[in-house]
């Protein structure tokens, strides 16, 4: 008997191996079709004003331009910016390296920012759908927002005689129509002065004392790496 059901056993085990095979390439094609269908959302800063510094902190104005680069609508769209105190110090002629402190914005520091301003957290409204703008493929969503940094860390950069390098942080979290997970992106940009506005000939930044550095007078550049999921 044992010899008469071995064969129907390897049949039935091979069976379930193509059946196993054939849901799994569903599930990669489906996975495929998803990347390839879903939103991605990106997102460029400019200054909108001056650089201020004054008795309660810096602050600027940045202006935020946010696209849909894929193929459906984004929903629940959520954004805010932020700005975190990096700077430097007075450069050791003997290693050449310049001193630093604050806060750098590597891709962990930069999701904590996000996490603590709320905007990586799925919070449902009383309809049980998550709040938010709502951007079509190739469609952009434009404002302007106002960043300041608080004045205590300007106050310690100054007393330690260090540059500021302030870095603007724009974080998003939005939904794909294709699943019930959100998806998230953060990317930073990091202001210099110029010219007689530049705090320090090797590495820049911005003296972190009162007044006020022109739009002109500034420079915005990425930094760090931006995140997509």
């Given at each position: 008997?044992r010899?008469?059901?071995?064969?129907?056993?390897?049949?039935?085990?091979s069976?379930e191996?193509?059946?196993?095979?054939?849901?799994?390439?569903?599930?990669l094609?489906?996975?495929?079709?998803?990347?390839?269908?879903?939103p991605?959302?990106?997102?460029?800063l400019?200054?909108a004003?001056?650089?201020?510094?004054?008795?309660?902190?810096?602050?600027?104005?940045?202006?935020y331009?946010?696209?849909?680069?894929?193929n459906?609508?984004?929903?629940?769209?959520?954004?805010k910016?932020?700005?975190t105190?990096?700077?430097?110090?007075?450069?050791?002629?003997?290693?050449?390296?310049p001193?630093?402190?604050?806060?750098?914005?590597?891709?962990?520091?930069?999701?904590?920012?996000?996490?603590?301003?709320?905007?990586?957290?799925?919070?449902?409204?009383?309809?049980?759908?998550l709040?938010?703008?709502?951007?079509?493929?190739?469609?952009m969503?434009?404002?302007?927002?106002?960043?300041?940094?608080?004045s205590?860390?300007?106050?310690?950069?100054?007393?330690a005689?260090?540059?500021l390098?302030?870095?603007?942080?724009?974080c998003m979290?939005?939904?794909s129509?294709?699943?019930k997970?959100?998806h998230?992106?953060?990317v930073?940009?990091?202001?210099s002065?110029?010219?007689?506005y530049r705090?320090?000939?090797?590495?820049?930044?911005?003296?972190?004392?009162p007044g006020?550095?022109?739009?002109?007078?500034?420079?915005?550049?990425r930094?760090?790496?931006?995140?997509?999921d």
């Amino acid at each position: 008997m044992r010899k008469v059901y071995e064969p129907v056993v390897s049949q039935a085990r091979s069976a379930e191996e193509q059946v196993k095979a054939a849901i799994k390439s569903v599930e990669l094609a489906q996975q495929a079709f998803e990347v390839g269908q879903r939103p991605w959302l990106s997102a460029q800063l400019s200054l909108a004003g001056d650089l201020t510094i004054g008795p309660t902190g810096l602050e600027v104005s940045v202006k935020y331009s946010i696209k849909n680069n894929g193929n459906t609508v984004a929903t629940g769209v959520q954004r805010k910016l932020a700005m975190t105190p990096f700077y430097f110090g007075g450069y050791d002629t003997a290693s050449n390296k310049p001193g630093s402190g604050g806060t750098p914005v590597g891709l962990d520091a930069a999701e904590r920012k996000c996490k603590d301003l709320g905007v990586l957290e799925d919070l449902l409204d009383e309809a049980g759908a998550l709040p938010g703008d709502a951007i079509f493929p190739a469609e952009m969503l434009e404002g302007t927002y106002t960043v300041t940094i608080p004045s205590d860390p300007i106050k310690k950069a100054r007393a330690a005689e260090m540059a500021l390098f302030p870095a603007v942080l724009v974080c998003m979290r939005y939904r794909s129509p294709f699943d019930k997970r959100s998806h998230k992106t953060f990317v930073s940009y990091g202001i210099s002065g110029l010219g007689k506005y530049r705090a320090n000939p090797f590495t820049g930044g911005i003296d972190p004392v009162p007044g006020t550095v022109p739009m002109s007078s500034l420079s915005f550049d990425r930094v760090g790496n931006a995140y997509a999921d």
